[in-house]
């Protein structure tokens, strides 16, 4: 049987006949790849490259022996719970990209995967920086901050499109207890049983994921919120919130990543279709979706209007996530050795002609959304992950007080922070135009970042920082004080008597200000 | 038991042998006496024996016995079997047949219409509110009222039935009655064929045989068979309570392809039918699946379809004056057209039109999901991505004479208001 899941590698276990011969037996190996045709291929050029674009299938195989052929989907080259593929360890930054261009920076030539189709129509641009992380994390990371969803294809590369770009929404398959109908538009494929269950357990109502720190927030957050349909014992609305915990998921990117795991936390359908399909991937791939109707059962809505056999019948719409398909013997099977020799071994497979189909509709019970890999590498490396994703520096324009920059000539008025456990550490530059210039002519001072708030531990003023004024072709020295939540004050120094004084700056102090003059200071203070 | 005439679901005229109790298990062991004695008769009969099991779409079926009451009731059948029909030529052809009583309670067996009621999608302005009808015989008992509006009473050429109309928000349900078992068939949608003969047998179950110049679909109100006017879809047939009409609605089907570069133009006229198919065969209702041809193409590379099929469904249930003719892209046409080849004058209603001069005293109605009509036909248009076409046929019954639910706009409205349904026996 071969297991294909949505956005995962699944996996696939096939067996070869007692009486095969060892030289085919003996190439069975691990980390050779099967690769499964829709039809046996017979006279064909069966060169590496060709073999794989007729395909239905490809996986990787990690469990050879004793006539055994079995592993999993290619998606594990990138990454598993025992592997971290080509491990992302030093940061690559990502800033503002488009998705076919982060991919391109996390799956260079020579990886194991390669990117295929990738259609930006609709995407997030995407800022992320990740470091110590599996390369499969960082790719489904990228991804699902762009919005997209993902699939790997048998040629050994990955096509990303927003959802109803990349899978099917109109369904071309409607699933009934009648007769099969296979000249119908959409087909009908006959259910022999199937099996619904409910799972309550994953619903939220709201998800706030908690994202990277020092992005301009204390704590900074991204949250959506659905609406609330069920009733707590009071009746009031149930409020059933879910955390994330996602330090390396730039504040930015937080809501998008909320929205997808909103998307997640529905109630948990596991429908099991078993049916009889010769070749299920000709018509379906996991994430489409399928017309289902068994009015017994729910599976009805009037707002599809579809015509089958003759009558109208009201199927709902469902998604596939999960395509459990039979080996039988129609389909071409060939072994593609490490060193990339293509054998044919059709003729030694022990087919499953008697095995149903079965699909997995909607969500599932436990499904990849439980442990969508937002809090840094797979195997557990949480914690790294949270030493990584400390604050990097960013910039801001600081509101001015007392002081304009005007326009032209050299005028920059933008300062960098840098925020961490509570300190807020800032490096800023004044310089002034040359028109529309307000000159210092008494208190000057500057603002703090967007998002936070000055507080000095004190009730008093206290000082902060130093800086260094340019005024009239004099440089001076001076003190930075933090004087309430949203000044920070300039001062200068006075050298006039024995001890070093502070002083309010003016039109003359401590020079002559000019257009062309510019403040350099820098500050530290904790923040709230 | 002399003279002990049975009925086993639509088979009649089996006379019994020898009857075994056990329990609630029947059997029978019997001889076939055909409604006469063509060789048609008795291959009618036998295929109404063998379709009782492996049925898709009737897992139960009435018993009645002429001469002891106990007998009657609903069976599901467990085995039937029947002689080699040159043995039963003679009328001494045998039937076994095993049966298993259901239920506790005699024969009030509770039966459920479970269904979907719609309000079909269309581009003609008829929205919700309308009633839709459920029809049952009406010698059955229900507790289902009917919605806002009085139950009309249709004699059909097995008995009479009673449709009851609900408004739609009924959405997905079951509707339950309880019906006696001679009454089962009773204006029931049913497939018949002449079998090589002249005249038409009930069939049971899908695997029936059907040619182009051998089927009917009828549920005593409606008769749509085999055309006797050469490229036609069908004829269609009306019974106005007494008599069933002579002279039938040929219905024409033509398509077209227009304003295309590639491939063209086209012109398609001229059906022939090449092969009918059983697609359910249950009393509520009965669907065929005819593949059709078209004769005369005419049109920019008019020689690739020549030999192209184009499928047309068409479905008809109980108690209906309509029957749904549902056209699938086939040659990939842009717009189909539907109706009475007399193409006679016509007035247009809601969805529809309608003839204006009455054949044997009935008027001939048809209409779709979009498009329009004049001269008793329909045409639909559509985009050549999402050809389909979701039309009717039918007949108002009395023609002007008709009243209350019988109307032309009426029996409009309840094709646009369906109940997807399928029947089946429930426990008590």
């Not at chain 2, 006469?36 to 018993?63: H, I, K």
């Not at chain 2, 047309?312 to 004056?321: E, K, M, Q, T, Y």
């Amino acid at each position: 049987m071969i297991h294909e899941v949505l956005r995962s590698q699944g996996s696939f276990d096939l067996r070869l006949q007692p009486d095969t011969p060892k030289n085919i037996v003996t190439q069975v190996r691990e980390f050779a790849r099967i690769v499964i045709t829709s039809a046996h291929l017979t006279g064909e050029d069966l060169g590496s490259s060709a073999v794989p674009t007729f395909a239905r299938y490809t996986g990787v195989i990690l469990e050879p022996g004793d006539g055994r052929i079995s592993g999993e989907g290619e998606l594990w080259w990138l990454g598993s719970d025992s592997h971290a593929g080509k491990a992302i360890v030093d940061p690559v930054v990502l800033s503002g990209v488009t998705l076919s261009s982060a991919l391109a920076t996390l799956l260079p030539a020579g990886s194991a995967l390669l990117p295929g189709s990738i259609d930006n129509t609709g995407l997030s641009t995407i800022t992320f920086t990740p470091q110590a992380m599996s390369q499969r994390a960082a790719v489904e990371q990228a991804i699902a901050m762009a919005g997209a969803s993902f699939r790997v294809n048998p040629t050994s590369t990955i096509d990303a499109a927003l959802a109803s770009t990349l899978h099917v929404t109109t369904p071309r398959i409607v699933v009934t207890d009648d007769a099969a109908s296979w000249g119908d538009v959409p087909k009908g494929v006959e259910a022999s049983v199937v099996v619904a269950s409910r799972n309550a357990r994953q619903y939220a109502t709201k998800v706030v994921v908690l994202a990277q720190s020092g992005d301009g927030e204390r704590l900074p957050t991204g949250e959506q919120s659905g609406t609330p349909t069920y009733l707590n014992p009071y009746g009031s609305p149930a409020e059933l919130h879910r955390l994330i915990d996602a330090p390396t998921v730039p504040t930015a990117s937080a809501a998008d990543v909320a929205q997808q795991v909103l998307d997640l936390a529905t109630v948990r359908q596991v429908v099991k279709v078993t049916c009889r399909h010769s070749d299920i991937g000709r018509d379906l791939r996991p994430g489409d979706a399928i017309y289902i109707y068994k009015p017994d059962q729910g599976f009805v809505d009037t707002a599809n209007q579809v015509s089958h056999k003759g009558i109208t019948i009201t199927p709902s719409i469902e998604t596939v996530t999960g395509i459990s398909w039979p080996a039988t013997s129609q389909f071409g099977y060939y072994l593609v050795t490490n060193g990339g020799t293509i054998i044919d071994i059709t003729s030694y497979i022990m087919f499953e002609d008697d095995s149903d189909v079965e699909l997995i509709i909607g969500q599932g019970s436990s499904l990849r959304g439980d442990v969508l890999p937002f809090s840094g590498p797979l195997g557990g490396a949480d914690a790294a992950a949270l030493r990584f994703a400390e604050s990097p520096a960013k910039t801001f324009t600081p509101a001015l007080t007392g002081m304009a920059i005007g326009t032209g000539g050299s005028a920059y008025n933008q300062a960098t922070y840098i925020y961490a456990n509570g300190m807020l550490n800032v490096w800023g530059r004044v310089v002034f135009g040359t028109s529309g210039v307000t000159l210092p002519t008494g208190t000057i001072g500057v603002g703090p970042p967007p998002g936070f708030t000055f507080a000095p531990p004190l009730t008093a003023v206290l000082p902060a920082g130093i800086c260094y004024m340019n005024a009239g072709g004099v440089n001076s020295p001076g003190t930075v004080r933090a004087e309430s939540s949203s000044l920070m004050r300039i001062l200068a120094n006075n050298a006039a008597g024995t001890y070093l004084a502070a002083a309010n700056v003016s039109s003359t102090v401590p020079g002559t200000w000019a257009n062309g003059n510019s403040i350099e200071y820098s500050y530290s203070v904790p923040v709230s | 038991m002399a003279n002990a005439l049975f009925t086993i679901g639509r088979a009649t005229g089996l006379r019994a042998q020898r009857l075994n109790y056990d329990g609630d298990s029947l059997s029978i062991v019997g001889h076939v006496l055909p409604s006469s004695d063509s060789a048609q008769a008795v291959l009618a009969t036998r295929q109404q024996l063998r379709g009782l099991l492996d049925n898709p779409d009737e897992q139960v079926f009435p018993v009645t016995c002429s001469v002891d009451p106990t007998i009657d009731g609903y069976y599901r059948v467990r085995g039937a079997s029947v002689d080699d029909t040159s043995v039963m030529l003679g009328s001494k052809g045998r039937f076994g047949v095993q049966l298993e009583r259901l239920g506790t309670g005699y024969t009030n067996v509770v039966q459920e219409c479970a269904g979907v009621a719609l309000d079909r999608t269309n581009t003609l302005g008829i929205g919700a509110g309308i009633e839709g009808i459920w029809s049952i015989p009406s010698a059955a008992l229900t507790d289902v009222l009917s919605d806002n509006a009085d139950p009309v009473t249709r004699t059909t050429d097995t008995g009479a039935v009673i449709g009851r109309f609900f408004n739609q928000t009924i959405g997905n349900t079951a509707l339950s009655f309880v019906c006696p078992p001679a009454d089962h068939y009773d204006g029931s949608a049913r497939i018949e064929s002449k079998l090589g003969g002249s005249t038409y047998y009930e069939m049971v179950g899908r695997q029936v045989p059907l040619t182009p110049t051998n089927w009917r679909l009828t549920n005593g109100l409606l008769r749509i068979q085999n055309s006797a006017t050469s490229g036609m879809l069908c004829d269609l047939y009306a019974y106005n309570g007494s008599s069933w009409s002579t002279t039938p609605f040929a219905i024409r089907f033509t398509a077209r392809q227009d304003a295309v570069v590639d491939p063209g133009d086209k012109a398609f006229s001229n059906v022939a039918v090449l092969a009918v198919t059983v697609l359910r065969n249950s009393p509520e209702v009965c669907t065929v699946r005819l593949l059709v041809n078209f004769q005369t193409i005419t049109g920019t590379n008019a020689a690739r379809y020549a030999n192209i099929t184009q499928q047309v469904d068409i479905s008809l249930r109980r108690g209906d004056c309509i029957a749904t003719v549902n056209i699938l892209p086939g040659v990939g046409w842009f717009s189909a057209t539907l109706g009475d080849n007399a193409a006679a004058a016509s007035t247009g209603l809601t969805g529809s039109i309608r003839n204006d001069t009455a054949v044997n005293g009935n008027r001939f109605v048809t209409g779709g999901t979009s498009g329009g009509g004049s001269t008793s036909l329909w045409t639909q248009t559509t985009s050549r991505s999402s050809a389909r076409g979701l039309n009717f046929i039918g007949v108002e019954i009395l023609g002007s004479s008709a009243t209350g639910r019988n109307t032309a706009q009426e029996i409009t409205n309840q094709w646009f208001t369906p109940f997807v349904e399928r029947q089946r026996v429930v426990l008590a």
